[in-house]
């Protein structure tokens, strides 16, 4: 019986936490909701900026590095078929 009495307790605690848990996260989502209807937006400054040399420099260097993987890739195709040339003349 005591057993009994010590489990139904312990469920009920963990019911009970679970219940306050949910009510904290739905009024947390309430208040975050109010905060966001109230705020008042605003549009940007005039003095935005965009750094423009540092993304044009890497699309540069990817560029210049898929140039060079054509090279490499046109390269090992031409080894390829001269190698299939050598073996043709050597038949």
Avoid: W
């Avoid at 909701?33 to 420099?57: C, V």
């Amino acid at each position: 019986r005591v057993d009994q009495l010590k489990y139904d307790v312990q469920h009920l605690q963990t019911a009970l936490r679970n219940f306050q848990h949910r009510r904290y996260i739905r009024e947390q989502q309430e208040r975050q909701r109010e905060e966001l209807l109230a705020r008042t937006f605003t549009t940007n400054d005039s003095d935005t900026s965009i750094p423009i040399d540092e993304t044009l420099q890497f699309n540069e260097s990817l560029h210049n590095a898929h140039r060079g993987m054509d090279d490499i890739i046109g390269s090992g195709t031409n080894i390829l078929q001269g190698l299939r040339d050598q073996r043709v003349t050597l038949k």
